[in-house]
């Protein structure tokens, strides 16, 4: 028992756990440590659900236990977006889901399923807590995947909980839509998120309300709590609409992306900038950027690339999907600037490239982006 400011209370404990993690959650007899981030809702009442034994599909939530301390990843994000550490015998909510990063942990969930029981082992594939069966390895790792093993599948009603299920049904078509600034790159940690918040911070003067999303890789917190910080409103992403990951079906992801485009636009912003994870050739962005749909309402694309060369290629992909959209380069994190623009005077000169984080070339860029958008 504690006293302060002439308060008694009875054990303080589960009041601070609650505040750093959120509340205290029981799962079918199972205390959990925390849920992963991927899963959005916060009112889910965990105390109707159950734990059941079954065929664990992509978007099934399932409960874990971490069998070591140790593995490449060793601490997730929870629901409030902050980084828990992850020991053995802790217990969390995660979702399963694919992961064919080519710079970070892949992984999958067999279009079978997974027989998932008490026991079944499976890796840690993300910070978001996506979980799944490892594939491979970035040698720089050093480490494999944290091993799991599951207490069984969130059920309601004897019938496991889907992701999409929880954030509610997927829309059939798209709704007329604000102009987006698309940002994509040739890798993932290339500046993809540090030239989106660039760009809202930019927009972000007063006149303008401008929403930020992230529409493609594998979901966490992070980014799209960065592009919040920038200033954007409203934030969401893939996550948001049930997509735990966009490696997925082009089915799924379609009606993924028509869901939380038309999620964003009922906050009614005068322009959207999109950040898509990875680079364009992966996680259903060739998807996104085949669909007209879409890609009618993209104005400007953004490509953030590590080099020259990178530019140069993806200029080149882009060129297959016949869309008269104007292009925009920015300069590579940590290359030399002035070396850059010579490059690209010679070999891509009629693409504008501009410095994300200088504020008046990227105002300058943006008033480009504009005038193309009238």
């Given at each position: ?234 934030w969401l992403d893939f996550p948001d609409v049930g997509l735990a990951t966009t490696y997925t079906s082009p089915e799924r992801y379609i009606k993924g992306m028509y869901t939380l485009f038309n999620f964003i636009n009922e906050g009614k912003p005068d322009i959207i900038v999109a950040e898509a994870g990875g680079d364009p050739i992966e996680a259903n962005i060739p998807t996104f950027l085949a669909n007209k749909g879409l890609m009618k309402n993209v104005k400007a694309i953004v490509i953030v690339a590590g080099d020259v060369m990178g530019m140069m290629g993806t200029v080149n992909y882009l060129k297959q999907f016949d869309f008269d959209i104007p292009l925009f ?46």
């Open positions: 028992m504690s006293q302060r400011r002439g308060v008694v209370e009875q054990n303080p404990t589960p009041r601070i756990h609650e505040r750093l993690t959120g509340r205290k959650i029981e799962l079918g007899g199972v205390e959990v440590k925390f849920v992963g981030s991927n899963i959005r809702r916060p009112d889910i009442q965990w105390d109707s659900l159950h734990l059941m034994p079954g065929r664990g599909r992509e978007g099934n939530l399932v409960v874990v236990e971490a069998m070591s301390d140790d593995g490449f990843r060793t601490a997730v994000e929870n629901q409030q977006g902050r980084d828990e550490r992850v020991y053995k015998g802790d217990k969390f909510v995660g979702v399963l889901a694919n992961r064919h990063s080519g710079t970070s942990e892949s992984g999958d969930v067999p279009t079978e399923g997974i027989d998932i029981h008490e026991g079944t082992e499976l890796h840690l594939l993300s910070a978001g807590t996506v979980v799944g069966i490892k594939t491979g390895m970035p040698s720089r790792a050093g480490k494999e995947p944290m091993i799991l093993k599951t207490l069984g599948l969130v059920a309601q009603d004897n019938k496991p909980l889907d992701l999409i299920e929880l954030c509610g049904p997927h829309h059939e078509k798209l709704n007329p839509s604000a102009p987006i600034i698309m940002v994509c790159g040739t890798s993932a940690e290339v500046g993809k998120t540090t030239t989106s918040v660039g760009i809202i911070k930019t927009l972000n003067n007063g006149d303008t309300k401008v929403a930020g999303t992230k529409f493609s890789g594998t979901g966490r917190m992070r980014d799209i709590l960065s592009l919040r910080d920038a200033g954007a409103l409203p380069l920015t300069d590579p994190k940590d290359r030399n600037t002035f070396a850059t623009r010579e490059r690209v005077r010679q070999f891509l000169p009629n693409i504008p490239i501009f410095n994300s984080l200088n504020q008046e070339e990227t105002r300058k860029a943006v008033e480009q982006m504009l005038e193309y958008r009238k």
